[in-house]
């Protein structure tokens, strides 16, 4: 009997136990998922990347429960072009209330595990999902608004886009791939441990004391090794052709003169050589990657055809790819390349008389650039052909480089700095671009004798726009026939620093400058003629702000109507500029609709005629010029010569006509 009682007590006392086992294993896991719950709030949440080819080493940033991290400058930067509003971790709501929803549902776990309410941990599991789908939902909406709140008169606009949360999205030229991080994973598990976690221990208990589950792992994990053991070994092959061979039989130092012909590519130099080729040797990279690595100094590579390289944007192949100091790239043909010569990561290039072309049958804004360097120094680019690229010359975070009588054109962006220091602009001639340069976040620069013209598209049509820059000395330059000719915004960017524009033609653009937060600025002995307005600027006035001579030399005006009574070549009374349309515009955008139309001249001359109202100057010159200091090119005047034949031989055909008619009428009477 007692023992019989003892055997039915026994099991009722198990039972019990088990149940406030039950109860407390929950608590456990719960404490546990309050613990991974404070991990995440220090651990990244979410990542995004940019993938673009002017960002080698892509655009990344990271957001944590309180801010965000990684390239925010840059890619506000490049928000800014395009119209995306600037994200600004600091006005984020959700950031601020992060920690104290975080931390008071962690207190609230803690409460739960002790009270054992069931409607309390019920409530407590279905906020701990809350927490990691809430924040894709939230994410979602923010992506979703910075894609569609747009500035549709951003220079890139480029229509109303949603990246995913999750995964892959293209814009443009950009790809974004976004990820959730390790947080959002303590987050999920956190989640899971609430939910399933004692039941799931409860069963791999109850399932391990039972027969046969030792034998089921044990034979599962047998079946895992042999998998293993018998998985076929991976075999990778190449073939690069014969001259693979030839350089890997070529002694360090020699001279590979290589013959005409059609060679397999991708190549790749690992060892000082000269290759020359003789009849023009063709290289196909058969469209995979690079056509041609060079991974050793000293190389030079001269008179071969480099076609077929990769097409993915992403990966930014390259006819010739240089990673090695002090190569010489001379003389080569590029055709049907996604990027022409890239110089990364090494000094001490010479890049000339090459003829690069990207993939012709791409939009400019999917091909790749043909001269892109980045983080390279003291390089010289000279005497080089460049037609249908997206950037003729892309420069990133490269200082102390030569790029003199390159001639570029049917592209995006002639020449473009970004973070380029202490760089010598010489003889370059850019033309019939979208824009002829822009040159961005740079310094200590030179322009002397380029040609900036024909750049007329209407989304920008620069033909050399400064934005953020400092010391630059421009001089003897000609910026002719674009929509805008110099456009300047924020130049110089830092007080003390100097932005010096001499001796240049600035002629029959739509605007001649266009400035915007520009001051401190010096113009002197500048032609400006032909212009449609002379000078617009956005935010004010800024006549006083900049310095309109140079040495007491102003500038040549085709619409000054002064004097020059002691002959001295400067006009006694100044130059003043000023636009009644422009100030309109700055009131009303909405008017921009009528530039460059008969109501923008009926304005400005019913303000010159009717001066009701003095609109406040743009310009003020108070040596401005008699004569023109500079005149188109040679190219530019013989088209002035022939147009002027032209218009001449018009003249004489009427003429010819009446003296052909009046001789007749004569010798008809004379016979009557």
Known sequence: MVAQMTDTRVPGARVAARGNFSMDLWGVCALIAAALLVVAYFTPLWNMTLIAPQYPNDLVLTAYGTTMEGDLLEINTLNHYAGVKAIEPENVMELKAFPFLLFGFVAAIGVSSLLRRRWLRAGIILVAWGFPLGLLIDL?????????????????YPGAFTPKVIGRTKVVNFHSECMVSWGFWLMVAAAILVTFGPWTIRFLRDSWSNTGVQKTVAGAAAVLLLGLATRPAQVNATSEGDLAEMIAAAAPGSTLTVPAGTYRGPIVIDKPLALEGVGWPVIDGGREGDVVRIAAEGVTFRGFVVQGSGREVSDEPSGIRVLRDHATIEGNRLRDVLYGVTLQDSNGHTVRHNDIQSVIEFAAERRGHALYLYYTNDNILSDNDISYAKDGVFINFSHHNEIERNRVTKLRYGIHFMYADDNRMIDNRFWDNLTGGSIMYSKDLYFRGNEFSHNRSIASGYG?????????????????????????????ITPGAFLRIEDNLIGYNDVALFLSTTVGGEFGGNTFTGNLRQVDTKGGSLEHHNTWQIDGRGNYWDDYRGYDANGDGRGDIEYRYRSAFSELVQRDESLKAYAFTHAQAAVDLAARWFPAYEYAPTVVDQAPLMKPTVRLGAGAEGAGWI?????LALALVPMAGLGYARFGTERWRERC
């Open 464 to 492: 050399l726009l400064f934005k953020d820059v400092d010391n630059i000395e421009m001089v003897g330059n000609q910026v002719h026939h674009n929509r805008l000719g110099l456009t300047m915004e924020g130049a110089p």
């Open 643 to 647: 147009a002027a034949l032209a218009l």
């Open 140 to 156: 979602q909406y923010w992506l979703y608004t910075y894609g569609h709140d747009l500035n549709e008169e951003a220079p890139l």
